[in-house]
Nanobody, 128 residues
Framework: QLQLEESGGGLVQPGGSLRLSCVVTGGTLDYWAISWFRQVPGKEREGVSCISSNGENTNYEDSVKGRFTISRDGAKNTVYLQMDSLKPEDSAVYYC?????????????????????WGEGTLVTVSS
């Protein structure tokens, strides 16, 4: 059974940085496309960034392009989301998610359709 566990959330001032981690157990990243979503109360969950199962393709939601970077460490079965130049509107619960797109290894998802596994989330608060 695939499991995802996020960590790294917290309180940070505007303009600051955080790095979120998503540890994947029960499966290999070579099979799963991994995405980061975020959600604030009263709003739908939105895709922020994703990385394909071959690790070579990434995608970003427009508002985070140039500020967020997704990466992965296959040896640690971990996906990271480096978040720089954080803004108050980035405050949300951030979720790690997995999609089995194999044999397609070059795609990943910024929408929740096709996501089969979710983590519990980690809270990011950007405030002075």
């Amino acid at each position: 059974q695939l499991q995802l566990e996020e960590s790294g959330g917290g309180l940070v001032q505007p303009g600051g940085s955080l790095r979120l981690s998503c540890v994947v157990t029960g499966g290999t990243l070579d099979y799963w496309a991994i995405s980061w979503f975020r959600q604030v109360p009263g709003k739908e969950r939105e895709g922020v960034s994703c990385i394909s199962s071959n690790g070579e393709n990434t995608n970003y939601e427009d508002s985070v392009k140039g500020r967020f970077t997704i990466s992965r460490d296959g040896a640690k079965n971990t996906v990271y989301l480096q978040m720089d130049s954080l803004k108050p509107e980035d405050s949300a619960v951030y979720y790690c998610a997995a999609a089995a797109l194999f044999p397609v290894q070059t795609a990943c998802l910024l929408t929740s359709g096709g996501i089969s596994h979710w983590g519990e989330g980690t809270l990011v608060t950007v405030s002075s």
